[in-house]
C-alpha cells in the first residue's frame, strides 16, 4: 500500500478560502495509466476576525454585556472562550497573540462561550473598587485556525455616591408650622462621587405618615409624585451642586 504525503511547501503554495482537488496517477511500464480523484482539500490558513461592538458604558458594578462579530473565511467552531486580566496585564502582539505580564493571573479564567457571526457574553463578577480590565475572546476554526481580541477598558464603580439634601426654605415655607403654601417645591443640594460620576438624580414625594418605607433605587423609583433629572457635568470628583423644582402640589384653601 502506497502511502501519500503532500509536502509543507506545496501547501503553502495553495490560496486560502480555495477549495482544490487531489488527483493520483498511476502508470505501468507498458505505458498504460489511471487516475483517480481521492481527496478535496479546504484551503484555509486565516484565524477568525473578532470585532467586539462599541461599548455604551466604561463604567461597571458587577455585571457586563458584550457583543462581537466574527467572521472567517471557512467554517468557525462554535467553542470558544473568554477571560477577564487587568487592563494593565494583557495586550495583543503584532501578530494578534495574547501578552500576559509576568506573574499575572486572570481575573477570570478561561471560561466557555458559544461562537457565532454575532456574539454575546454576560459576565457576572464581584471584583475589587476601581480595578480596570479588559475582557480577552478567543474563537477558533475548523481548520484550527485562532483568532483573538481584546475589548475596550472597563472600570468597577463598587461605591455608591454621598447626596446632602438643603433643607426646605423661603417665603413659601413655614419652619414653625411645616406649612408650604405653593404648588411647586425647589429642591436642591450637593452630592460628592469619586467613581464613575453622577449621571441622574431621582426625587419621591410621599406622604409624611405614608407606610412607603422601600429605599428608592433606580430600578424602583417611576412610581407616582417621582421624577428625574440630568446632570451637567458628571463630575468624578469632589462636590457638585444641584437642583430641581418638584411641580404639582395641590395647596390648601383652609
Not at 461605591?159 to 433643607?167: A, C, G, K
Request: net charge negative.
Amino acid at each position: 500500500v502506497a502511502t501519500l504525503t503532500l509536502s509543507t511547501t506545496l501547501l503553502k503554495t495553495l490560496t486560502s478560502g480555495s477549495t482544490y482537488a487531489v488527483n493520483v496517477t498511476v502508470s505501468d511500464n507498458a505505458g498504460m495509466s489511471a487516475t483517480q480523484s481521492i481527496q478535496t482539500l479546504n484551503i484555509d490558513t486565516t484565524a477568525p476576525s473578532i470585532t467586539f461592538a462599541a461599548s455604551k458604558v466604561s463604567y461597571v458594578n458587577n455585571s457586563l454585556s458584550l457583543s462581537a462579530s466574527v467572521s472567517d473565511t471557512g467554517t468557525l467552531d462554535s467553542s470558544g472562550t473568554y477571560a477577564v486580566y487587568k487592563s494593565d496585564e494583557i495586550s495583543l502582539d503584532s501578530n494578534g497573540e495574547p501578552v500576559v505580564a509576568n506573574g499575572a493571573t486572570a481575573l477570570t479564567a478561561n471560561t466557555a462561550c458559544t461562537i457565532s457571526t454575532s456574539t454575546s457574553l454576560s459576565l457576572s463578577f464581584s471584583y475589587a473598587n476601581n480595578v480596570k480590565f479588559k475582557v480577552l475572546l478567543t474563537a477558533k476554526d475548523e481548520a484550527g485556525n485562532t483568532g483573538y481580541a481584546l475589548s475596550s477598558e472597563y472600570t468597577v464603580d463598587t461605591v455608591p455616591p454621598n447626596l446632602t439634601l438643603d433643607e426646605i426654605n423661603g417665603s413659601a415655607y413655614s419652619s414653625a408650622s411645616s406649612w408650604y403654601n405653593s404648588n411647586s417645591l425647589p429642591v436642591s443640594g450637593t452630592w460628592t462621587e469619586a467613581g464613575s460620576g453622577i449621571e441622574k438624580v431621582y426625587y419621591q414625594v410621599i406622604a409624611a405618615d405614608s407606610s412607603n418605607t422601600t429605599e428608592m433605587t433606580v430600578n424602583n423609583y417611576t412610581t407616582t409624585n417621582t421624577g428625574i433629572f440630568y446632570t451637567t457635568t458628571g463630575t468624578t470628583s469632589g462636590v457638585e451642586s444641584y437642583s430641581t423644582t418638584v411641580k404639582g402640589f395641590a395647596v390648601s384653601s383652609s
